[in-house]
């Protein structure tokens, strides 16, 4: 599962992209406050990976069929969660970086 914290942080990432305009005419302070922003958010979807990959690596299955594939319903979820995360980690990464070359 995606955590809250994350989808929220998009939305607030996405609504501060919104309001500023032209990233280029902001001020040096609202840059460096976007940019601390995307890196706190980067950092968030590391650690989010980071669980999702564990439940991967971690499935045991079961004796009992029903429980081995609720098991398996679970993987598939992580999986996907995965890479959401993955791609999500991709676009913000590369959002820090154009944020300091721009500086």
Do not use: W, Y
């Not at 989010?48 to 979820?77: H, I, R, W, Y």
């Not at 993955?86 to 676009?91: I, K, P, W």
Request: a negative charge; charged letters at 10%.
């Amino acid at each position: 599962m995606i955590p809250s914290s994350i989808t929220t942080g998009v939305s607030n990432l996405n609504a501060a992209l919104a309001a500023m305009g032209s990233f280029l005419s902001a001020s040096v302070t609202i840059r460096h406050a976007l940019l601390q922003q995307a890196a706190t958010l980067a950092t968030a979807i590391d650690a989010a990976e980071k669980s999702a990959a564990g439940a991967l690596d971690t499935f045991q299955g079961s004796v009992m069929p029903g429980d081995t594939v609720n098991g398996l319903l679970a993987l598939l979820t992580s999986a996907q969660d995965e890479q959401t995360l993955s791609d999500l980690r991709g676009v913000i990464g590369r959002m820090v970086l154009n944020i300091e070359v721009t500086g």
